[in-house]
């Protein structure tokens, strides 16, 4: 029996991390969404590491935070471990990264979806999509026969589109995780609307029992939770300088140890018993998270490998081993773990698995995410090929915004790689595809010295108050965040240095030379001291964010390089306004043989896009410039 049909503007299908981005952007932008998931309790859960954020990945977070976004208040409100990476290097290229509390991650991300007005939460399972008489989405049908329509539908299926787990040789399950069914129908669907699939696979480690460890012989890696936050809206700005609330949960420490030689050799001699090395699996994995059974064959000189014990949460004694992802058969992988030092007395309570799923090659989509062969549906997350939580969540925003744009009928986003790692990894998966899951680093972008992870605020603020993202108490807090960069650089500028409390700190810097009287900014240009350790011996600007005093400290320190990448942004951004018409580009005789292949089996919107694109030269750059002009001539 068929049940009534609901209306919505648009229809989210999954509930991870891609999902939930995607509804919450959908919803903020003024659309009425559904968020479809099989089951609900699972809405936010974390699939594999328990860990949000690193090199370019804490990047993102804080850009989908600035966005209205929900991961960086969800990490904050979950994290049990705080690391600034790169401390040992310049502010320019510090990380943020967070372990997680699994359940307090996965309820702070369901509470704040709940919350999100515009947005309901459906349990069901996707069966096929919806079509109208003119061939555009119309909705999603489940499979207990009910009916969600919608001008717009977001796909965020991560793994489970024909997913299948193996572990060993001989055990293989469908699923797209451990102990949940995969979705078939609705990738049988892909082919009838004219996407091309194909299959990727990724992996997940055992977990053990923390209390089975010999912490004795590990080494302990504390917490780092200082000043820190992902989020710039949760906690500020007065509660925060008060110190009357408790900005995260208690804080537990990682442990590190190295799987040796005995673990080569044994890896070595049970190869064959790998479900990827014995032939169970075809499919390509990512290059940057390999198995254990990778890292032994690709790297076979190497003497050990590092591996990280992180916490699972609060309430359980259970651990991650990171750095162990496999797919060889049970037994094996307990006699491995008893291998490394410390854990030789391990129980393992959850074993590896490899899993292999249906991806769609991202060259089959626009750069609003929407799928070149039909009106109105929209993909982001793994099933575009990319591998991680934060690049899945990104995506998700991206779609999200554009869904809601399409229903509304609304001016699409499109972010620029000048602007954003957003930007830059939409970018990189239309116009270059993927060949191995696709996951994002500072050196895929060009402009990575003014795009951080500490002005991500600044960067993509104004692009959140023209799309109308956030809410009035948001914009009242990013306010007071923004104004503090500004007055941190004036009250440089203004106080001078140095009274004999600053003497010592000076001295240490090598700044014996300089006179009294020397305004902090003049002192903070020659890169030996931080502006915030200037500010400390002066007694001033306590009361400023002190993520805005970093900021600040790296535009007065390194201005002239910014002002020389911000010129290269500016000319990108430029060629991003020059939209390509739907050219003949066999036909374009000037531009070279290779150039116009790739133009034509990418067929990019913009002259920007057609830039990023290998094998389109700057030659061919300026041609098609006037082979524009001879078409519009006609």
Same mark, same amino acid.
């Given at each position: 029996?068929?049940?009534?049909?609901?209306?919505?503007?648009?229809?989210?299908?999954?509930?991870? &991390?891609?999902?939930?981005?995607?509804?919450?952007?959908?919803?903020?932008?003024?659309?009425?969404?559904?968020?479809?998931?099989?089951?609900?309790?699972?809405?936010?859960?974390?699939?594999?590491?328990?860990?949000?954020?690193?090199?370019? *990945?804490?990047?993102?977070?804080?850009?989908?935070?600035?966005?209205?976004?929900?991961?960086?208040?969800?990490?904050?409100?979950?994290?049990?471990?705080?690391? +600034? =990476?790169?401390?040992?290097?310049?502010?320019?290229?510090?990380?943020?990264?967070?372990?997680?509390?699994?359940?307090?991650?996965?309820?702070?991300?369901?509470?704040?979806?709940?919350?999100?007005?515009?947005?309901?939460?459906?349990?069901?399972?996707?069966?096929?999509?919806?079509?109208?008489?003119?061939?555009?989405?119309?909705?999603?049908?489940?499979?207990?026969?009910?009916?969600?329509?919608?001008?717009?539908?977001?796909?965020?299926?991560?793994?489970?589109?024909?997913?299948?787990? &193996?572990?060993?040789?001989?055990?293989?399950?469908?699923?797209?995780? @451990?102990?949940?069914?995969?979705?078939?129908?609705?990738?049988?669907?892909?082919?009838?609307?004219?996407?091309?699939?194909?299959?990727?696979?990724?992996?997940?480690?055992?977990?053990?029992?923390?209390?089975?460890?010999?912490? @004795?012989? =590990?080494?302990?890696?504390?917490?780092?939770?200082?000043?820190?936050? /992902?989020?710039?809206?949760?906690?500020?700005?007065?509660?925060?300088?008060? $110190?009357?609330?408790?900005?995260?949960?208690?804080?537990?420490?990682?442990?590190?140890?190295?799987?040796?030689?005995?673990?080569?050799?044994?890896?070595?001699?049970?190869?064959?018993?790998?479900? +990827?090395?014995?032939?169970?699996? $075809? @499919?390509?994995?990512?290059?940057?998270?390999?198995?254990?059974?990778?890292?032994?064959?690709?790297?076979?000189?190497?003497?050990? &490998?590092?591996? /990280?014990?992180? %916490?699972?949460?609060?309430?359980?004694?259970?651990?991650?081993?990171?750095?162990?992802?496999?797919?060889?058969?049970?037994?094996?992988?307990?006699?491995?773990?008893?291998?490394?030092?410390?854990?030789?007395?391990?129980? +393992?309570? !959850?074993?590896?698995?490899?899993?292999?799923?249906?991806?769609?090659?991202?060259?089959?989509?626009?750069? #609003?995410?929407?799928?070149?062969?039909?009106?109105?549906? /929209?993909?982001? $997350?793994?099933?575009?090929?990319?591998?991680?939580?934060?690049?899945?969540?990104?995506?998700?925003?991206?779609?999200?915004?554009?869904?809601?744009?399409?229903?509304?009928?609304?001016?699409?986003?499109?972010?620029?790689?000048?602007?954003?790692?957003?930007?830059?990894?939409?970018?990189?998966?239309?116009?270059?595809?993927?060949?191995? %899951?696709?996951?994002?680093?500072?050196?895929?972008?060009?402009?990575?010295? #003014?795009?951080?992870?500490?002005?991500?605020?600044?960067?993509?603020?104004?692009?959140?108050?023209?799309?109308?993202?956030?809410?009035?108490?948001?914009?009242?807090?990013?306010?007071?965040?923004?104004?503090?960069?500004?007055?941190?650089?004036?009250?440089?500028?203004?106080? #001078?240095?140095? %009274?004999?409390?600053?003497?010592?700190?000076?001295?240490?810097?090598?700044?014996?030379?300089?006179?009294?009287?020397?305004?902090?900014?003049?002192?903070?240009?020659?890169?030996?001291?931080?502006?915030?350790?200037?500010?400390?011996?002066?007694?001033?600007?306590?009361?400023?964010?002190?993520?805005?005093?970093?900021?600040?400290?790296?535009?007065?320190?390194?201005?002239?390089? /910014?002002?020389?990448?911000?010129?290269?942004?500016? !000319?990108?951004?430029? +060629?991003?306004?020059?939209?390509?018409?739907?050219?003949?580009?066999?036909?374009?005789?000037?531009?070279?043989?290779?150039?116009?292949? *790739?133009?034509? @089996?990418?067929?990019?919107?913009?002259?920007?896009?057609?830039?990023?694109? %290998?094998?389109?030269?700057?030659?061919?750059?300026?041609?098609?410039?006037?082979?524009?002009?001879?078409?519009?001539?006609?």
């Amino acid at each position: 029996m068929r049940h009534s049909a609901q209306d919505f503007d648009v229809v989210v299908i999954g509930g991870g &991390h891609a999902g939930t981005e995607a509804a919450v952007a959908a919803a903020r932008r003024g659309a009425r969404v559904a968020l479809l998931t099989t089951t609900l309790e699972t809405i936010g859960q974390l699939s594999c590491n328990p860990a949000m954020g690193g090199v370019a *990945k804490g990047t993102v977070i804080r850009e989908i935070d600035a966005l209205g976004g929900v991961m960086g208040r969800a990490t904050d409100l979950a994290a049990i471990q705080f690391r +600034m =990476l790169n401390r040992g290097k310049g502010p320019a290229v510090w990380a943020p990264r967070a372990q997680v509390d699994r359940g307090l991650y996965r309820r702070a991300v369901r509470r704040a979806v709940e919350a999100q007005p515009n947005l309901v939460t459906v349990q069901g399972t996707a069966a096929k999509l919806l079509l109208n008489g003119g061939g555009e989405v119309a909705g999603v049908e489940t499979t207990d026969g009910a009916h969600l329509k919608a001008r717009a539908v977001v796909i965020c299926t991560g793994t489970f589109l024909r997913g299948r787990i &193996h572990v060993g040789t001989t055990l293989s399950v469908s699923g797209g995780r @451990a102990g949940e069914a995969a979705t078939t129908e609705l990738a049988e669907q892909f082919a009838d609307l004219g996407l091309t699939t194909a299959r990727f696979k990724t992996g997940t480690p055992p977990r053990i029992d923390g209390r089975s460890v010999d912490y @004795a012989r =590990l080494t302990r890696q504390e917490s780092e939770i200082e000043d820190f936050d /992902f989020s710039w809206s949760a906690f500020w700005p007065t509660s925060r300088r008060r $110190g009357t609330e408790t900005r995260h949960p208690e804080q537990l420490p990682c442990w590190i140890t190295f799987a040796g030689a005995e673990v080569k050799a044994l890896v070595q001699q049970r190869l064959h018993e790998s479900a +990827m090395y014995g032939g169970a699996i $075809g @499919a390509r994995g990512p290059r940057y998270c390999p198995s254990i059974e990778d890292k032994i064959v690709r790297f076979a000189d190497a003497e050990r &490998h590092q591996i /990280f014990l992180e %916490p699972e949460g609060l309430d359980t004694a259970e651990l991650y081993v990171n750095g162990l992802s496999t797919s060889l058969p049970a037994e094996i992988q307990l006699e491995m773990l008893r291998a490394i030092p410390g854990l030789e007395r391990t129980v +393992m309570t !959850r074993a590896g698995y490899a899993i292999e799923y249906d991806y769609v090659p991202p060259t089959q989509l626009h750069p #609003t995410l929407a799928t070149r062969a039909l009106a109105g549906l /929209f993909l982001a $997350g793994q099933v575009n090929g990319t591998t991680g939580y934060e690049e899945a969540g990104g995506q998700g925003v991206v779609a999200g915004l554009n869904s809601a744009a399409h229903a509304l009928g609304i001016a699409p986003v499109v972010l620029g790689r000048e602007s954003s790692y957003l930007g830059v990894l939409v970018d990189d998966l239309v116009t270059r595809g993927v060949d191995e %899951p696709y996951r994002l680093f500072t050196s895929r972008s060009e402009f990575r010295l #003014t795009v951080r992870q500490d002005n991500a605020l600044g960067r993509l603020h104004p692009t959140a108050l023209a799309l109308g993202l956030l809410t009035g108490e948001e914009r009242a807090c990013a306010g007071p965040r923004l104004d503090d960069e500004a007055r941190a650089t004036t009250l440089a500028q203004e106080t #001078t240095i140095f %009274p004999p409390q600053a003497a010592e700190l000076l001295a240490q810097a090598g700044e014996r030379e300089l006179a009294y009287g020397v305004p902090i900014i003049e002192v903070a240009r020659r890169q030996k001291v931080s502006l915030g350790d200037l500010f400390k011996a002066r007694a001033v600007g306590s009361d400023l964010h002190p993520e805005a005093v970093i900021t600040a400290d790296l535009e007065i320190k390194y201005s002239g390089y /910014f002002i020389r990448e911000r010129k290269a942004a500016d !000319r990108l951004r430029r +060629m991003g306004e020059v939209p390509l018409p739907d050219l003949p580009y066999a036909a374009l005789r000037t531009i070279s043989v290779e150039a116009r292949q *790739k133009l034509a @089996a990418r067929r990019p919107a913009t002259l920007a896009q057609a830039a990023t694109i %290998p094998g389109v030269s700057p030659a061919d750059l300026q041609n098609l410039v006037l082979e524009i002009e001879r078409w519009r001539r006609g």
